[in-house]
């Protein structure tokens, strides 16, 4: 019997409360139970919302331990984005040798890095936005070409931008995309 058993069975076992269970058929049953109020109280101040973590990194602090697990989210984050079928996924593969889909893994996971990167860059600059939101705003960020009658039959072309919302402005800014930007 391990110690917590022995814990749980020496305070709460003698608290149990019987539940009654009345009626003949299915249709008919009912559960009859009460809470003892001080038990649960005690479970809540001893047990309950508590974890426990286990590592065998030794030489980390507490400190870095504690930061390791509650990051955990941002893996399961990047889970959830690989299975979504619309930006950065991990499927539908079209693909049956193994070498190909070796490839097709490969250009995921590094379509999430970038991804991810770049969701880090903006906030680091102060726009929080998902991988989703990020990719979208980009993505309206886009380029006309107005051709003009010009001399001698050929047509001038005018390359320029569309209008950009706020949030587009930044990530213009952020990512320097005045680099890739006509210049005419």
Partial sequence: MSEIDEVLSARWVK???PAVVSGDTPPEFRLTFSIDEEALFVLEEEIFGKRMLFTDLDDWS???VIAAYRSQ???ESDFRQMKDTKVVSFSPMSH???QKIRVHALYCTLALVVSRLMVRQTA???VDLSVRE???ELSEIQETV???PGERGRPRVKRMLTEMSDTQRSLYDIFELDTYAPKR
């Fill in 15 to 17: 608290r149990v409360i």
């Fill in 62 to 64: 507490i400190s870095q």
């Fill in 73 to 75: 989210h941002y893996v």
């Fill in 96 to 98: 049956w040798t193994e």
């Fill in 124 to 126: 680091l600059a102060g």
């Fill in 134 to 136: 990020l990719l979208r």
């Fill in 146 to 148: 107005l051709l003009y």
